[in-house]
């Protein structure tokens, strides 16, 4: 478990260390400025779209299950299986 968190840990400081390194360079040649920034707001945009279509997709397989059950519990009814007595 341990090289496990080391590894994570090399790659948060790598993700930490580029950011850092692409900020000083914004500040030496201004022109990246607008670039990072626009790459970085599409790499926002990119993950809150995913998020939001995993949620999606989450929530239409959740209405498809309740549906099944509901034409299941239907059916059964219709059948005289279930119920009370």
């Given amino acids: 478990m341990s090289g496990r968190r080391g590894t994570e840990f ?3 400081m790598l993700g930490i260390t580029v950011v850092c390194g692409l900020a000083a360079a914004c500040s ?3 022109a990246l ?3 990072l920034t626009t790459l970085l707001l599409g790499c926002a945009g ?3 779209a ?3 279509g995993r949620d999606a997709v989450r929530e239409l397989r959740f209405r498809l299950d309740m549906r099944a059950l ?3 519990d ?3 009814t219709a059948a005289g299986i279930g119920g009370r007595r």
């Fill in 10 to 12: 090399g790659l948060i």
């Fill in 28 to 30: 030496v040649w201004p």
């Fill in 33 to 35: 400025d607008g670039a």
């Fill in 46 to 48: 990119v993950l809150v």
């Fill in 50 to 52: 995913v998020y939001l």
């Fill in 70 to 72: 509901d034409r299941r």
């Fill in 74 to 76: 239907a059916a059964r």
